[in-house]
């Protein structure tokens, strides 16, 4: 009986730590989408596509996002075409871009998304022979 008891506060001890680590870790993910959020508008108000410091390269880019504009236009296209492969619960973004090579999808418009990529920097001196 003692082993399953052992267990049982091996196993508290852990998803206690584990939740105290995903609380951490929100809290972190928030500052890091603000950060991140805050970066992206001075970059873009500097006319800067790049910034960096010693340990990462932050790269500001563009990628295009297909949003439902008229969902009754996008229904008739998906029954005359047979193109249940546009929709989950959004659109798909791989059918959206394959689709609109032959043309643009009624009801469909195309908004851009500021992105932030993200390397790592070499640090000088380091490895260099």
Same mark, same amino acid.
């Given at each position: 009986?003692?082993?399953?008891?052992?267990? %049982?506060? &091996?196993? =508290?001890?852990?998803?206690?730590? @584990?939740?105290?680590?995903?609380?951490?870790?929100?809290? !972190?993910?928030?500052?890091?989408?603000?950060?991140?959020?805050?970066?992206?508008?001075?970059?873009?108000?500097?006319?800067?596509?790049?910034?960096?410091?010693?340990?990462?390269?932050?790269?500001?880019?563009?990628?295009?996002? %297909?949003? &439902?504009? =008229?969902?009754?236009?996008?229904? @008739?296209?998906?029954?005359?075409?047979?193109?249940?492969? !546009?929709?989950?619960?959004?659109?798909?973004?791989?059918?959206?871009?394959?689709?609109?090579?032959?043309?643009?999808?009624?009801?469909?418009?195309?908004?851009?998304?500021?992105?932030?990529?993200?390397?790592?920097?070499?640090?000088?001196?380091?490895? =260099?022979?």
């Amino acid at each position: 009986m003692q082993d399953v008891v052992d267990l %049982a506060e &091996a196993y =508290d001890r852990t998803k206690q730590a @584990r939740l105290q680590h995903d609380r951490e870790s929100k809290k !972190l993910h928030e500052i890091e989408t603000a950060l991140k959020k805050h970066i992206i508008e001075l970059l873009k108000e500097k006319n800067m596509t790049a910034a960096g410091c010693a340990t990462v390269i932050l790269t500001l880019g563009r990628k295009p996002q %297909a949003r &439902a504009g =008229d969902w009754d236009e996008i229904h @008739r296209y998906i029954i005359e075409h047979d193109a249940w492969d !546009l929709v989950q619960r959004r659109l798909s973004e791989d059918a959206v871009r394959e689709r609109m090579l032959d043309g643009p999808i009624p009801g469909v418009t195309i908004e851009w998304l500021d992105t932030l990529s993200e390397s790592r920097a070499k640090l000088r001196g380091l490895n =260099d022979e």
